[in-house]
């Protein structure tokens, strides 16, 4: 019986595990629309589990700042802030060139390693390969902030997190009704990718730039129509 239980409860923790990284997926690409109420006991009894469980396990996503519980069995999806937003922007310009530039340098390769990251990026489909797509960003920032000072590591981290959102909403919003538009993000990329390739340190940060400011503005369109 003992044994039973046990597997049991490691499925029941598998699953809501897996509901938690779908939510987080769900929220950061758009597909659960800003202001949607999840209930969480209706989550919990689908898993087996305890309303605590499930709460407790989508405390990442309330600290990243998607979620905010109201009461003990409900949550609801964070609109994007956009002061928040506007400010991770400006930060993001003030220091990532910098640690782009670090990186490039770093290694003999480093120019080849940070556009082939940027190359994947660029052939994913990012509505359709969410979670490659998440993978993706991820290996870019982890090269990006590998030797940096931890907390520079983990402040850029959390602004490259907060404009993925942003810009991650707008893509999908920009796709369904401008869809000539949303091709201008995958476009943009093709600059960097050449900058990087042409192992310039003024073309890199001079694309780098252009492409955040083509990020920010579809991050507020997004904005405006959540």
Not at 106 to 128: E, Q, S, Y
Request: one cysteine or more; aromatic letters at 6%; proline letters at 2%.
């Amino acid at each position: 019986m003992n044994g039973i239980a046990s597997v049991s409860s490691l499925g029941s923790r598998r699953s809501v595990k897996a509901f938690v990284e779908e939510t987080g997926l769900a929220i950061r690409f758009g597909r659960l629309r800003q202001g949607t109420v999840l209930d969480l006991a209706r989550a919990a009894d689908d898993r087996g589990a305890r309303v605590a469980t499930v709460r407790g396990a989508l405390r990442g996503l309330e600290f990243d700042g998607m979620l905010v519980f109201e009461g003990a069995a409900r949550a609801r999806v964070v609109p994007v802030d956009g002061r928040r937003l506007d400010r991770a922007f400006q930060l993001r310009r003030a220091l990532e060139p910098h640690a782009v530039a670090r990186a490039c340098r770093a290694t003999v390769d480093g120019f080849d390693r940070l556009g082939a990251r940027v190359d994947d990026i660029h052939r994913c489909d990012w509505l359709r390969e969410e979670h490659a797509a998440v993978q993706q960003q991820r290996d870019y920032v982890a090269l990006l902030t590998h030797g940096l000072p931890a907390v520079e590591a983990a402040a850029l981290e959390e602004l490259c997190l907060i404009v993925d959102r942003g810009w991650r909403i707008g893509y999908r919003e920009l796709r369904r009704c401008r869809p000539s538009d949303a091709d201008l993000l995958y476009d943009g990329l093709l600059g960097v990718i050449d900058a990087y390739r042409s192992r310039s340190d003024a073309g890199v940060r001079e694309e780098g730039l252009r492409y955040l400011d083509l990020l920010e503005d579809v991050a507020h369109h997004g904005r405006r129509s959540g």
